[in-house]
Nanobody
Framework: QVHLVESGGGLVQPGGSLRLSCAAS????????MGWYRQAPGEQRELVAQ???????QYADTVKGRFIVSKDNAKNTVYLQMNSLKPEDTAVYYC?????????WGQGTQVTVSS
């Protein structure tokens, strides 16, 4: 089992930046897929960005060039750097991990982009 704890959400103005963190309870080397999803009110949860243990990284088209997913293996932590934020990025952001075939979610962190 993997526990995921997110932090770093908040309120930011359009054009601003935020960095989300997701701390995992196990080594990232043992997690097959890890990344970020988001869910806006009334919408389905959607993939934002993720990387596979074997090196591949994916981004949603809506965030390419603005968001960067990275990791610190020593801290078992994955980050989502969000730049040039737009009001449509407003959502609850969830950390996600696939570990031994099971999918795990964090509790979510709210990101609100508004002036």
């Amino acid at each position: 089992q993997v526990h995921l704890v997110e932090s770093g959400g908040g309120l930011v103005q359009p054009g601003g930046s935020l960095r989300l963190s997701c701390a995992a309870s196990t080594s990232l080397f043992s997690i097959d897929v890890m990344g970020w999803y988001r869910q806006a009110p009334g919408e389905q949860r959607e993939l934002v960005a993720q990387f596979q243990r074997w090196g591949s990284t994916q981004y949603a088209d809506t965030v390419k060039g603005r968001f960067i997913v990275s990791k610190d293996n020593a801290k078992n932590t994955v980050y989502l750097q969000m730049n040039s934020l737009k009001p449509e990025d407003t959502a609850v952001y969830y950390c996600n991990a696939v570990y031994y075939g099971q999918t795990y979610w964090g509790q979510g962190t709210q990101v609100t982009v508004s002036s």
